[in-house]
């Protein structure tokens, strides 16, 4: 393990919080986690009811992301619950966690950034939309992404397989990336693959928003609903992107705060993991006026509108 992922994991250790704060912390995390998804199973609910959005790339993609952040929220909330409860894990029991959280985390910026260029082919190109932004086009995009995700992810594992003693995989660990994983290689790796997305990732939403932009000086009320939404998964692609700077803020928040460090990092994981999957639904479930119109019956349990394409 290397110095720096060694003293964040000893500083979690030593400044444990109280029996109250802990409690409060868990039922903090578990509330707003649960009701992140249980919005999130709405969302898909509606689209598996509704055939309408079947055949929308912009809908497949945004189902994709759904699922995406449930999974990642799901994992993140089951690692903050252990970290409490039972506070140290096998490495072998961490590892799967650890390996669902990385391949999470690395599909959302990118699905995030072909949901922005599938907005400019919507507005730049609508007379192309049907036939570039195909369904099956899309379905191969979404499975190229996780092929990409667990390609990127595999070798930590492997690595760690081939690096490390036997009785690794049977000790006791705080079950975070850098102690799962503890090459100092792979976090070379990590950091390299982190900078590779921002720059690719932000890239594509800065030409999408650019172009869109400057798309029509008519001023439609597509191009200026486009624009806003292109700006709101920017937003959610910098969340995301916080992820990539948490190593180095967690060590600087080591040295100026060692005494609330377990606070700080309550603070980094309400911003960073939290806060993010939390976009989503406001994006899609308040703004899309499709949407709108089926998720609010079943988030108050309520039937459905009865329409044709149901």
Not at 82 to 90: E, G, K, Q, T, V
Not at 228 to 238: F, K, M, S
Not at 244 to 260: E, W
Request: glycine share 2%.
């Amino acid at each position: 393990m290397d110095a720096a992922a060694s003293a964040n994991a000893s500083a979690v250790i030593q400044y444990r919080d109280s029996l109250g704060k802990a409690l409060a912390k868990n039922v903090l995390v578990l509330v707003i986690g649960l009701s992140i998804n249980y919005i999130n199973v709405g969302l898909m609910y509606t689209f598996c009811k509704h055939q309408i959005f079947y055949w929308n790339p912009r809908y497949i993609l945004f189902f994709s992301l759904v699922v995406n952040d449930m999974i990642q929220m799901s994992v993140g909330i089951t690692l903050f619950v252990i970290s409490y409860a039972l506070h140290r894990i096998s490495a072998l029991s961490c590892a799967p966690f650890i390996l669902m959280a990385i391949i999470t985390t690395e599909n959302t910026p990118l699905i995030l950034a072909c949901m922005a260029g599938e907005c400019y082919v919507a507005v730049r190109l609508p007379l192309h939309h049907g036939r570039i932004c195909t369904v099956g086009r899309t379905l191969l995009l979404i499975a190229f992404i996780f092929a990409i995700s667990v390609v990127s992810a595999f070798p930590d594992l492997f690595v760690t397989l081939a690096t490390q003693r036997r009785h690794f995989f049977s000790s006791k660990i705080f079950c975070l990336r850098e102690t799962a994983f503890p090459s100092p290689t792979l976090i070379q790796k990590r950091d390299i693959t982190y900078v590779v997305y921002l720059v690719l990732v932000w890239s594509v939403i800065f030409f999408t928003y650019f172009k869109i932009l400057f798309t029509a000086q008519t001023a439609s009320k597509d191009a200026k609903k486009a624009r806003r939404t292109i700006v709101l998964h920017g937003v959610q692609v910098l969340l995301c992107m916080t992820t990539y700077a948490v190593p180095l803020v967690k060590d600087a928040l080591l040295r100026l705060f060692p005494a609330s460090y377990s606070d700080s990092l309550f603070a980094c994981y309400i911003i960073v993991q939290v806060w993010p999957r939390a976009i989503s639904p406001i994006i899609y479930g308040v703004r899309d006026k499709c949407f709108r119109k089926y998720l609010k019956h079943y988030l108050v349990c309520r039937t459905a509108p009865h329409s044709a394409d149901s």
